[in-house]
């Protein structure tokens, strides 16, 4: 039981000084609560407590809604969203010109490197395969004139429709000729 002072006034909030401090605050307080009843009565009209609430709260909500949609609205807000976007695109560019130059004096290639060396790689492979095809091109040309010359190959059926055929045997001529020259060169060691 809490004691009394000499007044008879509980913890002595009969002083003056705390007088009109604590009568404001329970004033206060009997307001509150009578009001939250009549809110609670006038919502519930005959419902359940628990429907009451959820009509209650679904009240809160919509003014809880609008209200901060007006405040997202207002020009204070959306002035310092600018600005915080702002902040936040400068410190992102700030970090990116770090790392780059830490790679950079680090000598460790960026996306930005690797990227351009992969370019330079498709464009020289591109620019290889063109001329490839440019040869393959020159010398099935250069076959076809050679097959028209020499009698007797187009007939040999070397040209099945598979590709050039690169293999060629090699004249008669020049092999009876070095055999010609082997038999003279042994005939001069005996």
Not at 41 to 67: I, L, T, V
Not at 143 to 161: H, I
Not at 180 to 185: E, G, I, M, P, V
Request: net charge positive.
């Amino acid at each position: 039981m809490p004691e009394t002072n000499r007044n008879g006034s509980p913890y002595g909030f009969d002083n003056p000084m705390f007088k009109p401090f604590m009568d404001m605050w329970t004033s206060y307080s009997e307001q509150t609560s009578q009001n939250t009843e009549r809110m609670m009565h006038g919502f519930s009209d005959g419902m359940n407590p628990a429907d009451a609430y959820e009509k209650f709260r679904g009240q809160w909500m919509d003014s809880m809604g609008q209200s901060i949609d007006a405040f997202m609205r207002s020009p204070i807000f959306l002035q310092w969203m600018r600005h915080n976007s702002d902040a936040v695109t400068k410190s992102k560019e700030q970090v990116n010109n770090f790392s780059q130059e830490v790679a950079r004096n680090c000598s460790i290639p960026t996306v930005d490197d690797i990227s351009g060396l992969f370019e330079r790689l498709h464009s020289a492979e591109e620019t290889i395969l063109l001329r490839l095809n440019q040869l393959h091109s020159r010398l099935d040309r250069m076959e076809a004139t050679l097959d028209g010359l020499v009698p007797g190959k187009a007939e040999s059926g070397s040209g099945s429709g598979a590709g050039p055929s690169r293999s060629r045997a090699k004249p008669k001529k020049k092999a009876a000729t070095k055999s010609a020259s082997t038999k003279r060169a042994r005939a001069r060691k005996s």
